[in-house]
C-alpha cells in the first residue's frame, strides 16, 4: 500500500502529465465560451433594456443593479477579448509546433545577415523553442488570467446583490425614514466602510495582511472572512495568490487596471466622422438644444413605423422610447395615434404636485414582502372587503359544528328579495356572493376614480401642439404597454381631418419634477414632424 509521500509524488507527477496536453482543454473551453458569451449579447442587452425601460424615479436597489450592468457590459468585453486572444495566440503556438517539425530550429547563419542583425537578433529572437516556450507561458496565463477575471466579478457581483438584500431588508423592517432611519443607515455605513476597507487591501496585494500588529490582523481577519464568505472569493484565493507569488503573472494582474480601462472607457469611445456637416439625428430630449434641433430632424425612434422598418432592415438593436412616439411619419388617415410614455420620475410629480396616491411603492421589491402595496384607498377597501367575506366564512364555520344545524338543516329561509327560498347554508353562500359584488363595486369606482386623476394628471403634465394649435382637448387616451420595450404610458387618438396636406409640426411639453431643487417642475420642449397626404 503507498504511503502519503507516494501518493504525493504521483499526483505530481499526474499534474505534470496534464499540463503539458492542457492546451487541448483550453482550446475546447475557449471555444464553447467564445460561443456562449458571443450568443448572450441579446440577453444582456435584454437585461440592459428592462432596467432602462423599468427605472423608478428612486430606488437605490435598482441604482445599484445598474452598477451590476456595468459591471456584465465590462465582464463581456473583458471575456470576448482575453478569449479571442487566447485562441488565436495558441493558433500561433500549434502552428509553431507544426513549422519545428519541418524545419527544426532557427538558422541564423543560413540568413546571411550582416554581423550587426546576427547579434541582434540571437539576442532578441533566441532559439526556436524559446519562442515555443514563450507562447506556452503566454498562453496559459491568459487563460488563467481570464478566468482568475471572471471570479473577481462574479465576487463583485455578489456583493452587489447581497447589498441589495441589506437595503431591501433594513427598508422593510426599519426604513430610511422615521425614528428608526439611523439604524438602517449606520448600518449601510459600517458595511460600506468596512467594504472599502477590504478592496483597498484587495487592489494593493494585501496590504493589510502584512500588518505584523496582533490585535489589528485578529480584528480584520473576522472583517475578510465576513466579506469572503458573502463574495465566495475563497473560491478563486488560491489562483489569485499562485498569480501573485510569480513575478511574470504579478506583472499581468497589475496591469488588470489599466487593461480595464483601455477596452471599457478609451476603445470603445474610437468614432469615424465622416460627415461633419450633417446634424446629430437623435433624442436629444434632455438637452437644451434638443428644442431648436428636433424640428428640423426624423429620428426613426419617434415614430413606430420607422422604428420597426429599420429594425426590420438593419442589425441595428432595439431602443427604449424616450418620450414620444408618433404612429406614423406619413399620415393618411383621419386618425392618427400617439403614445406617450410614463416615466419612473412621474412618481414624484404625481404625487408632490397633483397629490395622488400611488398603487404601489417604488423600487425593488419582493412578492412574499407586503412592503410593496400603498396605504391607498383601494389597499383599505381591499382591506374592508377581504374583513367582511372571512367574518361570514367564519359564520359558516361555526354553523356547521352548531347542534341547530340540524333544525336549520330541513328549515328554509327567504332570500333578500323573497324570491328564492334557501337553507342556512345556502343563504350564508349568498350573503358572500352578495358582499362581494358590493365590495368589488365600491374598489371599481374607487380604481376607476384614481385611473382618471391619474390620466388627466399625465396629460396635464403632456401637453401637446400641432402647428402651435393645442390638441389635449381632442385627444382620446388608454393606458397601453408599447410593444417595443414594454414602456408603459398613455396611447392617445387624435383626429387629423383638421389638417391640411402637407407638412405639420407636433410640439410636446413635457412637465418634469427636478430632483436638484426642492418642488421644482421645469418644462422639457420636443418637436415631431409628420406629413398629412
Not at 487596471?257 to 468614432?271: D, E
Not at 406617450?340 to 420620475?345: I, N, P
Not at 405639420?504 to 411639453?509: A, G, K, N, R, V
Request: proline residues 2%; contains cysteine; aromatic residues 18%.
Amino acid at each position: 500500500m503507498l504511503d502519503k509521500k507516494e501518493k504525493k509524488n504521483l499526483f505530481t507527477e499526474w499534474l505534470e502529465k496534464l499540463q503539458q496536453e492542457s492546451w487541448q482543454l483550453e482550446l475546447l473551453i475557449s471555444g464553447f465560451a467564445l460561443f456562449g458569451i458571443w450568443e448572450s449579447r441579446d440577453v444582456l442587452e435584454s437585461f440592459t433594456n428592462f432596467l432602462s425601460v423599468n427605472r423608478p424615479a428612486q430606488s437605490d436597489a435598482l441604482q445599484v443593479l445598474k452598477v451590476i450592468v456595468l459591471l456584465l457590459k465590462a465582464a463581456w468585453l473583458v471575456f470576448f477579448i482575453n478569449l479571442l486572444i487566447h485562441v488565436i495566440l495558441r493558433g500561433l503556438w500549434i502552428g509553431a509546433l507544426g513549422l519545428r517539425y519541418v524545419s527544426g530550429d532557427i538558422d541564423y547563419d543560413k540568413l546571411k545577415y550582416s554581423d550587426s542583425f546576427n547579434k541582434y537578433f540571437r539576442k532578441k529572437v533566441g532559439g526556436f523553442d524559446d519562442y515555443i516556450e514563450r507562447l506556452e507561458r503566454v498562453c496559459s496565463s491568459i487563460f488563467a488570467y481570464t478566468f482568475l477575471l471572471f471570479f473577481i466579478f462574479l465576487s463583485f457581483a455578489f456583493f452587489v446583490v447581497f447589498w441589495i438584500l441589506l437595503v431591501a431588508l433594513l427598508d422593510y423592517f426599519f426604513g430610511f425614514e422615521g425614528s428608526y432611519a439611523g439604524i438602517s443607515v449606520g448600518t449601510i455605513s459600517v458595511f460600506a466602510f468596512f467594504a472599502f476597507f477590504v478592496f483597498i487591501d484587495f487592489i494593493t496585494l494585501g496590504t493589510f495582511k502584512k500588518v505584523r500588529n496582533k490585535r489589528f490582523s485578529k480584528v480584520y481577519g473576522y472583517i475578510y472572512r465576513f466579506y469572503s464568505f458573502i463574495t465566495l472569493s475563497f473560491i478563486y484565493r488560491p489562483l489569485l495568490y499562485n498569480f501573485l507569488d510569480t513575478k511574470y503573472t504579478r506583472k499581468l494582474f497589475l496591469f488588470s487596471i489599466p487593461y480595464l480601462l483601455l477596452i471599457t472607457l478609451v476603445l470603445p469611445n474610437f468614432i469615424l466622422e465622416a460627415n461633419p456637416y450633417f446634424p446629430v439625428i437623435q433624442d436629444v430630449y434632455y438637452d437644451k438644444e434638443s428644442e431648436y434641433i428636433s424640428k428640423y430632424v426624423v429620428s426613426w425612434n419617434n415614430y413606430d413605423n420607422l422604428r420597426e422598418n429599420n429594425l426590420a432592415i438593419s442589425n441595428s438593436s432595439r431602443e427604449r422610447i424616450r418620450v414620444i412616439s408618433l404612429s406614423n411619419y406619413e399620415i393618411t388617415g383621419n386618425y392618427a395615434s400617439v403614445f406617450l410614455r410614463q416615466f419612473g420620475g412621474d412618481e414624484e410629480l404625481l404625487s408632490n404636485k397633483y397629490k395622488i396616491t400611488a398603487y404601489r411603492k417604488s423600487g425593488l421589491k419582493h412578492e412574499m414582502f407586503k412592503g410593496n402595496v400603498q396605504d391607498s384607498a383601494i389597499f383599505k377597501l381591499k382591506n374592508k372587503k377581504y374583513s367582511a367575506v372571512l367574518s361570514l366564512l367564519r359564520q359558516k364555520k361555526k354553523i356547521k359544528k352548531d347542534s341547530l344545524n340540524f333544525y336549520f338543516k330541513n328549515n328554509f329561509i327567504k332570500d333578500f328579495d323573497g324570491e328564492r327560498i334557501l337553507n342556512l347554508n345556502d343563504y350564508i353562500e349568498y350573503k358572500i356572493d352578495s358582499t362581494k359584488k358590493v365590495w368589488n363595486k365600491r374598489i371599481g369606482k374607487e380604481e376607476e376614480k384614481r385611473i382618471l386623476q391619474i390620466q388627466s394628471a399625465l396629460l396635464d403634465a403632456n401637453q401637446i401642439f400641432i402647428d402651435g394649435i393645442p390638441f389635449n382637448d381632442s385627444l382620446k387616451c388608454k393606458f397601453y404597454i408599447h410593444p417595443n420595450m414594454n414602456e408603459k404610458g398613455l396611447l392617445c387618438y387624435f383626429p387629423t381631418d383638421s389638417l391640411n396636406k402637407g407638412e405639420h409640426l407636433l410640439t410636446l411639453y413635457n412637465k418634469v419634477y427636478d430632483k436638484k431643487e426642492k418642488d421644482s417642475i421645469k418644462t422639457k420642449t420636443i418637436h415631431i414632424p409628420f406629413w398629412k397626404f
